[in-house]
């Protein structure tokens, strides 16, 4: 491959490769948010039903007092749950986002890992061509 064209050729691969992980991440992004979302509204969705199950609610006046207090310990159960399920999903996906970048940063030090070879080779060879001319001039004189 010619010298002078592969840092074009291994930016165009670093583009390639960062745009596949940019879709995957994505997707995992995604996945994650629907399964978090579809655990959030089952689990609530169950509590609420509990909540207006025969149970809870009340048929007589005295039983009022009861029903209303039944009912605020059922909110805060689901204030609670839903807390908790939130805070999961975000440090989910704070790891998750975390493990991406961890790819993304492999991948980015790896070009320019490469990128340094091929200028310190050429920077070689370019000194190479330019010492000959020197020298023969030096010889010359």
Same mark, same amino acid.
């Given at each position: ?5 592969? #840092?074009?050729? /291994? ?53 009022? #007092?009861? !029903? ?16 908790? !399920? ?5 440090? !989910?996906?704070?790891?998750?986002? /975390? ?33 000959? #001319? ?8």
């Amino acid at each position: 491959m010619n010298q002078q064209l592969a #840092p074009l050729f /291994q930016s165009i691969d670093l583009s390639s490769k960062l745009r596949a992980l940019a879709l995957s991440n994505f997707e995992e992004l995604m996945a994650l948010d629907f399964d978090h979302t579809q655990e959030l509204v089952e689990r609530g969705t169950q509590q609420l039903r509990d909540a207006c199950s025969d149970r809870g609610i009340s048929r007589e006046a005295s039983e009022l #007092p009861e !029903a209303i207090q039944s009912g605020m310990h059922v909110f805060i159960d689901l204030t609670r749950d839903t807390m908790l !399920a939130v805070t999961d999903y975000q440090v !989910a996906k704070f790891r998750l986002v /975390q493990n991406q970048a961890r790819e993304v940063q492999k991948e980015i030090s790896a070009a320019f890992k490469q990128q340094l070879t091929l200028i310190q080779t050429s920077g070689t060879a370019d000194n190479r061509i330019s010492k000959s #001319p020197a020298l023969s001039q030096k010889r010359a004189a």
